[in-house]
């Protein structure tokens, strides 16, 4: 019995030496977050007025927009997110986000909305919402890095150096901590995408049920959050499909994947072929400018847009970084890239840990497929931002690559993985110090 307090004291630590790295580079992210919350001017990032606008229909009309003017060009996006934002603001008390005149001299000046002394702390109610709004995409963002965090852990459960890597190289990437201080239900999808393949890996170390049928949740979530976030649900699928079972068993369980986001999400899709005829309606939002894969555009600009925009590209991308900081980001990345192909041909994983990285590896190649497709189809759209629902594959991926190529077994840590977040940490301080002032 005297025993009992010195076990408990051990579980304790044990509980406090898993937890406490995530606790830290999640204060971190949000401390980061927060800066970029109260020091870019309300609706300086990517379509955060037509987001804001969003929230305010269902805030003050109490029901979804149908997209009545050009203004309203993201009312074809699913509502959680807005819908949540909305609530809040009705709990609190507080009044809908404001309009702001736009600014006729952009984008010869940088900023896109004209700014007034009102805009300043302490905040009035309608400044103060969109602070709020801001507010929960940082809480989504907080949340998939703790789910990267539990992700890394699951795949390689002894290197906790390598999970607490992996969360704070997400966090202290410059564009996810901008995008996750704005109004706009791309954190909430990163969140979802991050469930949804921390679920899936879960279901193929364990093949339960219930684990099955939380991925099936995780992946409707994204579905009724952002149709990009569905991109994911191809861990979860492939999870179903390693299962060494006949396939009489299978098919009960690759319905719960579909069952489960049509009747959670299946309404919203439906509805915007009922109001528009298509679930992305691009003749109501203007001129759109697809671009065929042959186009020279693709050569010239795309993936040097895209790289840079995926690092940092502030304000409503036209703020950009010296060529310098993304050309070392850029060599951090083909080392990492250099490890990852040594950390296959070496054959030392273990049959799971294989799958999980082979999976992960997958990841990008979709998005950035998703995005191309898009950019051909509907509207030339180099975002990097489009490409963070594969931010789990980047996040672990990148440090394990790094640690590989300087450990000399690939079984351990190396402090090397850590080059990466002191590096984009250094970004973030001279963003603050002397980027942000220099615009704002």
């Known amino acids: 019995m005297a025993a009992a307090p010195s076990?408990?004291?051990?579980?304790?630590?044990?509980?406090?030496?898993?937890?406490?790295?995530?606790?830290?580079?999640?204060?971190?992210?949000?401390?980061?977050?927060?800066?970029?919350?109260?020091?870019?001017?309300?609706?300086?990032?990517?379509?955060?007025?037509?987001?804001?606008?969003?929230?305010?229909?269902?805030?003050?009309?109490?029901?979804?927009?149908?997209?009545?003017?050009?203004?309203?060009?993201?009312?074809?996006?699913?509502?959680?997110?807005?819908?949540?934002?909305?609530?809040?603001?009705?709990?609190?008390?507080?009044?809908?986000?404001?309009?702001?005149?736009?600014?006729?001299?952009?984008?010869?000046?940088?900023?896109?909305?004209?700014?007034?002394?009102?805009?300043?702390?302490?905040?009035?109610?309608?400044?103060?919402?969109?602070?709020?709004?801001?507010?929960?995409?940082?809480?989504?963002?907080?949340?998939?890095?703790?789910?990267?965090?539990?992700?890394?852990?699951?795949?390689?459960?002894?290197?906790?150096?390598?999970?607490?890597?992996?969360?704070?190289?997400?966090?202290?990437?410059?564009?996810?901590?901008?995008i996750s201080a704005t109004v706009s239900n791309d954190p909430a999808s990163f969140f979802a995408a991050s469930a949804t393949v921390y679920l899936g890996l879960r279901y193929l170390r364990e093949f339960r049920t219930i684990v099955l049928v939380l991925a099936a949740v995780a992946v409707s979530l994204g579905a009724v959050t952002k149709l990009s976030a569905a991109v994911v649900g191809i861990v979860p699928l492939a999870a179903v499909l390693f299962q060494p079972i006949a396939w009489q068993k299978k098919i009960p369980q690759l319905a719960v994947l579909a069952l489960f986001p049509l009747a959670i999400a299946g309404w919203f899709y439906l509805r915007s072929l009922i109001l528009w005829g298509a679930v992305w309606p691009a003749h109501l939002f203007g001129q759109q400018n697809p671009l065929p894969i042959w186009d020279s555009a693709y050569r010239q600009t795309f993936f040097e847009t895209l790289r840079e925009s995926f690092w940092y590209a502030g304000g409503p991308l036209n703020i950009r970084l010296s060529p310098i900081v993304y050309d070392v980001l850029d060599v951090t990345s083909v080392l990492a890239l250099a490890g990852l192909i040594v950390t296959f041909a070496s054959s030392r994983l273990a049959p799971f840990e294989n799958r999980a990285i082979m999976l992960l590896s997958v990841l990008p190649v979709l998005a950035l497929g998703m995005l191309l497709y898009f950019s051909v189809e509907h509207d030339f759209q180099p975002q990097g931002r489009y490409l963070f629902v594969a931010m789990p594959a980047f996040a672990i991926l990148m440090p394990l690559g790094l640690s590989r190529l300087f450990s000399r077994d690939g079984q351990q840590d190396h402090l090397a993985m850590l080059a990466l977040p002191a590096l984009l940490l250094a970004v973030n301080v001279s963003i603050f110090a002397i980027t942000l002032p220099r615009y704002y």
């Open 7 to 178: 076990v408990q004291l051990v579980h304790l630590s044990d509980r406090v030496r898993v937890w406490a790295p995530a606790a830290v580079v999640v204060a971190l992210f949000i401390a980061v977050s927060t800066f970029y919350n109260v020091r870019v001017p309300l609706y300086e990032a990517p379509d955060e007025a037509a987001h804001a606008r969003y929230v305010r229909s269902i805030a003050d009309n109490g029901k979804l927009p149908r997209s009545s003017s050009i203004a309203e060009y993201e009312s074809w996006q699913p509502p959680l997110y807005y819908a949540l934002g909305a609530a809040t603001l009705k709990i609190l008390g507080l009044d809908s986000p404001p309009e702001l005149e736009w600014n006729v001299n952009f984008p010869a000046e940088r900023q896109n909305f004209v700014h007034t002394s009102e805009e300043d702390f302490p905040y009035s109610e309608p400044v103060l919402a969109v602070h709020v709004l801001r507010g929960i995409s940082t809480l989504f963002g907080a949340g998939a890095i703790l789910l990267i965090y539990l992700t890394s852990l699951l795949i390689f459960p002894r290197r906790r150096l390598l999970a607490f890597s992996a969360a704070a190289t997400l966090s202290l990437i410059p564009q996810f901590a901008f």
